[in-house]
C-alpha cells in the first residue's frame, strides 16, 4: 500500500521489504513451476530494511535481470536468476500480506506459523516471466523514446528481436522502411476497391522492393512521430486501482494506491518517471527535471537510474573507465583542432603579411 505523498520523488519510494533465505521449486497442478520460500529456523528470514531499496532500484533491476535472462541462449534455465533477484533484493508478490505474518507476535520460526508464511508467499515462476516481460518490453520502449528525444534514434535501431524471450515492442520498426514509396502507387485501376488496391500495392511492392537503407539507419526519423510514439508508450502502462486504506503510520484513511507486488511498485515508478516530458523544449530548452529517470549505459547497456540529467553511463568501474576514455580522446581531439585551426591562422597572417 502507498499513498500519494509517498510515491512523490522517484527513487524516494520506500516501503516494506524482506527476503527469505533459500527457496524450493515445485510443479503445480496447472502445470506451471512455483518457487516455495524456504522458511524455518535453519533458514530465518531477512527482515531489515534496506535503505537502497528505493522504487527505482527495484524498477532498474528488474529490469537488468530481465536483460541477463534474455541474453542467456533459449536452452539455458532461467530460474536461478530469478530466485537469486528474490535472495538479493526481496520477495517479489503478496508482500503486505507476508510481511504481516513475518512480523507478527505470535510468529514462530519452529512452528505451523512459519511453514504458513511460506505457502503463503508461494508464487508461480510462469506469472513472474510473464510480468517480467511486459514491464522490461515496456521500459525499453521508455528508454528508446528518451533516446529519440535527445536526437539518438540510431542506438534504437537493434531493439526488437523476435528470437529472444522478451522480444521488445516493434512500434520502431515501420520506421526502417520508406512508406512515401507505398502511396505514389498508382490505384486508380481499383476503382475505390480496398482489397484490390491492397493487391494493386502488394504486386508494386513485390515488383519494386524498397530500397534497403544503410544498416542501423532508420528510413523515417521516429522523433517526426513523437506523439504517436508517446501514446504508445502511455497504452503500455497498466492502470492502477486506488482504494481508501488505514495508514499503518498514522492509523488515519488515505487515498492510496494498492501495492502488492514488486511489479506494481516497478510499473508506479516507471509511470512517474514517464511524467517527466523528455523534450527539451518543453522544459525551456533545459533538462532540469529530468533526474532520477531511468536510462541504459552508453558501455554496457545495462539499466541505471541517472543521478543528473547528462550522465551517460552507470556506475560500474568498467563503464567509468570507458567514459573517462573518451572524454579524454574528446579533449585530446579538440585540442589537435584548436592547434590546427591556430596555425592555420598564423600561416594566413604570414600570407597575408607576405
Ligand atoms: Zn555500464
Known amino acids: 500500500m502507498l499513498g500519494f505523498g509517498e510515491v512523490g520523488g522517484v527513487g524516494q519510494l520506500v516501503y516494506h521489504s524482506f527476503r527469505f533465505a533459500d527457496y524450493e521449486i515445485d510443479y503445480l ?75 507478527d507476535e505470535q510468529f514462530d520460526l519452529c512452528d505451523m506459523t512459519a511453514e504458513l508464511a511460506g505457502r503463503d508467499a508461494t508464487f508461480s515462476l510462469h506469472a513472474f516471466m510473464e510480468e517480467l516481460g511486459k514491464l522490461y518490453d515496456t521500459a525499453r520502449f521508455y528508454t528508446a523514446l528518451m533516446r529519440i528525444c535527445e536526437g539518438d534514434s540510431d542506438e534504437t535501431y537493434d531493439m526488437y528481436d523476435e528470437e ?87 492509523g488515519r484513511m488515505t487515498f492510496a494506491v494498492d501495492v502488492d507486488s514488486v511489479f506494481e511498485i516497478a510499473w508506479l515508478t516507471l509511470a512517474h518517471m514517464m511524467s517527466e516530458d523528455p523534450i527539451e523544449e518543453h522544459h525551456g530548452g533545459s533538462h532540469e527535471g529530468l533526474t532520477g529517470v531511468m536510462m541504459t549505459c552508453r558501455h554496457c547497456g545495462d539499466f541505471f537510474i541517472r543521478r543528473n540529467n547528462r550522465q551517460e553511463y552507470c556506475d560500474k568501474e568498467k563503464c567509468q573507465k570507458a567514459r573517462n576514455a573518451k572524454n579524454q580522446r574528446e579533449f585530446r581531439n579538440r585540442k589537435r583542432m584548436l592547434k590546427a585551426g591556430k596555425k592555420m591562422q598564423t600561416e594566413e597572417n604570414y600570407n597575408g603579411k607576405a
Open 29 to 103: 497442478k496447472d502445470g506451471t513451476w512455483a518457487a516455495i520460500p524456504v522458511c524455518d529456523a535453519h533458514h530465518p528470514p531477512d527482515i531489515t530494511q534496506k535503505d537502497c531499496i528505493s522504487g527505482g532500484y527495484i524498477l532498474s533491476s528488474l529490469c537488468n535481470l530481465a536483460k541477463k535472462i534474455n541474453d542467456l541462449p533459449k536452452e539455458k534455465p532461467f530460474t536461478d536468476l530469478i530466485l537469486d533477484w528474490c535472495k538479493d533484493v526481496m520477495h517479489p508478490y503478496h508482500i503486505d500480506e507476508v510481511y504481516g505474518e513475518l512480523t
Open 164 to 250: 529472444k524471450r522478451f522480444p521488445g515492442l516493434p512500434y520502431l520498426e515501420r520506421y526502417k522502411h520508406n512508406m512515401r514509396n507505398v502511396k505514389n502507387i498508382d490505384v486508380s485501376a481499383a476503382k475505390d476497391n480496398l482489397l484490390k488496391e491492397m493487391q494493386l500495392e502488394r504486386t508494386y511492392m513485390e515488383a519494386h522492393p524498397a530500397k534497403q537503407t544503410a544498416d542501423g539507419d532508420y528510413a523515417v526519423e521516429p522523433f517526426d512521430d513523437y506523439e504517436r510514439l508517446r501514446d504508445l508508450l502511455m497504452e503500455s502502462v497498466p492502470d492502477f486501482r486506488l482504494q481508501l486504506k488505514l495508514s499503518p503510520k498514522t
